[in-house]
């Protein structure tokens, strides 16, 4: 079987914060930038990285998510426990600074040395989502 992952899903509540996240803080490429206003689908990924792209979407856009879901969305995007992704770099501080200085996102955990042998840092982008960076060795 020859499968790769082609696109992952993140909500977005803000296109224009996300976008400046994704693609001035972690330096994405824009792929795809479609609809208007809040109702925004945005495909991003790494530069060289054809294959691999994130999808920064409207999280409650689809008419078969009741109000009741909705509401669960926007509570749990606020917690920043709806959406979340590992990425990984060689230069661990080098990205964490520059995600630092773009002042687009919380850091949620500083460039760390985890007791299970890996190397990372966290942040959660303007939707609250989760983003940890893990250090390539």
């Known amino acids: 079987?020859?499968?790769?992952?082609?696109?992952?899903?993140?909500?977005?509540?803000?296109?224009?914060?996300?976008?400046?996240?994704y693609r001035d803080a972690l330096g994405f490429e824009v792929r795809s930038d479609v609809g208007q206003g809040k109702m925004r689908w945005i495909t991003v990924g790494p530069v060289g990285q054809p294959g691999t792209s994130i999808l920064l979407a409207p999280p409650a856009a689809d008419p078969g998510v009741t109000e009741d879901e909705r509401r669960t969305i926007i509570e749990m995007m606020a917690k920043g426990t709806y959406g979340w992704i590992l990425l990984a770099t060689r230069d661990l501080d080098g990205t964490f600074e520059k995600v630092l200085a773009a002042g687009d996102a919380e850091v949620v955990q500083e460039p760390t040395e985890q007791p299970y042998g890996i190397r990372d840092c966290a942040f959660r982008d303007p939707a609250g989502n989760m983003v940890r960076i893990q250090e390539i060795r």
């Open 1 to 21: 079987m020859d499968i790769t992952i082609h696109t992952s899903f993140l909500p977005h509540d803000d296109p224009d914060a996300s976008l400046a996240f």
